[in-house]
């Protein structure tokens, strides 16, 4: 077992977090779905995400998305700031053997777990007159195992959020 090098946790923790936070705060924006953003998703992992929304548990990502709906149509939200931290370069949990036999995966990165803290405004209508407030949110994103599969299905994601923690300021 070769873990990656300081330089590879780096990297691959910097690209992830971008590709993430991107793809996230789009579909947000979009108002796309987001349940495939979570470990729910996947057959692999035996527990649900944990979302918290203001101190406020939220029992499914279903709920979460039912909760942004609510919002209106108006709601936009900007990111200003992303930052990520690596909490584990071996992350095991939910792994199938084959991960394990492919030094690859961990070599490369694609085994850690990262913790991804965002800050930006959210902003209630168009325009930048439109009211505003500043949030944080921080996310625990874990591999997705299905996606390091042999041809695995298209358009799924590499990083799932296993924790979720939002707070308007």
Same mark, same amino acid.
């Given at each position: 077992?070769?873990?990656?090098?300081?330089?590879?946790?780096?990297?691959? %923790?910097?690209?992830?977090? &971008?590709? #993430?936070?991107?793809?996230?705060?789009?579909?947000?924006?979009?108002?796309?779905?987001?349940?495939?953003?979570?470990? !729910?998703?996947?057959?692999?992992?035996?527990?649900?995400? @944990? =979302? %918290?929304?203001?101190?406020?548990?939220?029992?499914? +990502? &279903? $709920?979460? *998305?039912?909760?942004? @709906?609510?919002?209106? &149509?108006?709601?936009?939200? &900007? =990111?200003? *700031?992303? @930052?990520?931290?690596? =909490?584990?370069? %071996? #992350?095991?949990?939910?792994?199938? $053997?084959?991960?394990?036999?492919? $030094?690859?995966?961990? /070599?490369?990165?694609?085994?850690?777990?990262?913790?991804?803290?965002?800050?930006?405004?959210?902003?209630?209508?168009?325009?930048?007159?439109?009211?505003?407030?500043?949030? !944080?949110?921080?996310?625990?994103?874990?591999?997705?195992? @299905?996606?390091?599969?042999? !041809? +695995?299905?298209?358009?799924? /994601?590499?990083?799932?959020?296993? *924790?979720?923690?939002?707070?308007?300021?």
């Amino acid at each position: 077992m070769t873990l990656p090098d300081a330089d590879t946790e780096v990297r691959a %923790s910097s690209e992830a977090a &971008e590709i #993430f936070v991107n793809n996230y705060y789009q579909a947000i924006n979009g108002k796309a779905k987001l349940e495939t953003f979570y470990i !729910n998703s996947s057959t692999r992992y035996s527990i649900p995400a @944990d =979302i %918290s929304i203001n101190g406020s548990v939220v029992p499914t +990502p &279903e $709920e979460y *998305s039912k909760l942004l @709906d609510s919002q209106g &149509e108006n709601v936009f939200y &900007e =990111i200003e *700031s992303l @930052d990520t931290h690596i =909490i584990n370069p %071996s #992350f095991q949990y939910g792994a199938p $053997e084959t991960v394990y036999e492919s $030094e690859k995966n961990e /070599k490369s990165g694609r085994r850690m777990s990262i913790v991804v803290t965002t800050m930006g405004k959210v902003r209630f209508g168009k325009g930048r007159e439109a009211p505003q407030k500043m949030f !944080n949110e921080t996310f625990v994103l874990v591999p997705n195992w @299905d996606a390091m599969a042999r !041809n +695995p299905a298209r358009g799924l /994601k590499r990083w799932l959020i296993m *924790s979720q923690n939002f707070r308007a300021l």
